[in-house]
């Protein structure tokens, strides 16, 4: 089955201990991105990566980072978590990141993180 | 800027009622344009896209949508709202070429009441 899975799919975690969430697709896709979803803001995109080893900031990457050493992963690495950070966290994947077929994204599931 | 506005952020329509989600953007020229849904707990799912040509398009879980190049609109419609159908709805919008650049909306959570 076609499909982008996070891991976890909820977290609680305390400020300041580093953490990762781990993003994988099984469809070949070339591109890669993280959301995050808060109440009255929609999808705000944190980061992107066009290909492998081709990563670029989105509208909101302050304290985050991200790696796309292979193509099917592309994990999301909270340094130091704040309580700001606290959101859901969606990643998405589609077939080619340079034409229209690119906006047609595929979500994971959702990762719920709780910084307290 | 490029702007995507669902005005309604929460509606509540009866079952087997039609329903209309409002979406407005701007943009100089024709975006691509989308709505995904996301059902609770779930991630998004695209339910219809614009490219080109037909102004009329049609999804999946027989929702529809017009753009209307003069209003700058791209409002998703269904002539009868099924229970399942509750969830929050955005809509999209994508600029130019790049994935990267895809917009979305605030969102509008449906509730339906039997």
């Known amino acids: 089955e076609a499909q982008v899975t996070q891991n976890p799919r909820y977290l609680i975690t305390v400020t300041g201990k580093k953490l990762t969430v781990t993003c994988s697709q099984n469809m070949n896709h070339e591109y890669m991105s993280w959301y995050r979803q808060d109440p009255g803001l929609g999808l705000r995109q944190i980061y992107y990566?066009?290909?492998?080893?081709?990563?670029d900031k989105g509208d909101v990457p302050e304290g985050y980072k991200v790696s796309r050493k292979e193509k099917r992963n592309f994990p999301l690495i909270l340094e130091s978590p704040s309580p700001n950070q606290t959101s859901l966290y969606f990643c998405?994947?589609?077939?080619?990141?340079?034409?229209?077929?690119?906006?047609?994204?595929?979500f994971g599931p959702g990762t719920r993180l709780t910084v307290t | 800027a490029q702007s995507v506005t669902q005005p309604d952020i929460h509606i509540t329509v009866s079952e087997g009622a039609s329903l209309e989600l409002r979406c407005n953007y701007s943009y100089g020229a024709t975006p691509y344009l989308f709505w995904y849904v996301q059902s609770p707990g779930q991630g998004l799912q695209l339910l219809l896209k614009?490219?080109?040509?037909?102004?009329l398009v049609q999804g999946i879980k027989g929702f529809e949508a017009e753009f209307k190049r003069s209003q700058s609109s791209f409002n998703l419609r269904k002539p009868s709202v099924h229970w399942s159908d509750a969830a929050e709805y955005f809509c999209?919008?994508?600029?130019?070429?790049?994935?990267?650049?895809?917009?979305f909306g605030t969102g509008t959570r449906l509730t339906v009441i039997p």
């Open positions: 990566s066009m290909n492998v080893e081709v990563t």
């Open positions: 999209a919008v994508g600029e130019g070429t790049g994935a990267n650049n895809l917009f």
């Open positions: 998405a994947s589609s077939l080619s990141p340079w034409d229209p077929r690119g906006y047609e994204q595929y």
């Open positions: 614009y490219f080109s040509g037909d102004t």
